[in-house]
């Protein structure tokens, strides 16, 4: 996808302060730190839209941002970190169950991990409770400059046996480098609704 706007729309923590489900979505969620912020700027090609924190975990708020009027990514908290403190801890599955079993308009669900991490119990819970509730994810692993191009390879394979998938079904990506960034807007375009025809006969008065 060619991104010609991205801007923020806004944040929420209730379903009724969501925007209105009037577009596809695709969800972001990973562990804090993973790089979920910097994945999704890389992929609209901003710097800071989404804001890096030096204070990991704090915010648990489900952000809105809209591409192109066409589509908006969706920034989950981060979990897992261990210094939240434990309310806000306990309110994180809630809030974030809520969204994903409720928005009809949600398309996937990006899972993001660290390609030198093997994945916890955290992450493997997600791509289980997903799976329960039929909703499609789509595994990204980050900081691939991290690693060889050989090396890369072996942990994806490693990554993918945990978390019981088809490694062909997983993203190699670098936020620094911009690998794999076209690999993931392909896969995102596909799980995206087909585009109404354009009336380009005019018949319309
Ligand atoms: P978030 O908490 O998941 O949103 O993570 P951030 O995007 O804020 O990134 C956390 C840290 O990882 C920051 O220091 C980033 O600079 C670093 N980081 C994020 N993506 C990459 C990447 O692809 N490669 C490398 N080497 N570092 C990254």
Known sequence: MHVKSATFVKSAVRPEHYPPADRPEIAFAGRSNVGKSSL??????RRRLVKTS????????????????????????????ARVPASVQ??????????????????????ILDIRRTPRAEDLELRTWLASHSLAALPILTKADKF???????????????????????????AKSGQG??????????LLPDPPPTDTEGTTP
């Open 90 to 111: 306990r309110n994180w599955r809630p809030m974030v169950e809520a969204y994903l079993a409720g928005r009809p308009t949600l398309r996937a669900v990006v899972l």
């Open 181 to 190: 960034r076209e690999a993931v807007w392909q896969a995102i375009d596909r």
């Open 148 to 174: 060889s191009r050989q090396q890369q390879g072996k942990q994806l394979r490693g990554v993918a046996e945990s978390l019981g998938r088809d490694p062909e079904s997983l993203i190699l990506f670098s």
């Open 54 to 81: 030096n204070t990991p975990g704090r915010t648990q708020l489900i952000n809105f941002f809209d591409v192109n009027d066409a589509l908006h990514f969706v920034d989950l908290p981060g979990y897992g970190y």
């Open 40 to 45: 999704i700027n890389c992929l609209v090609n």
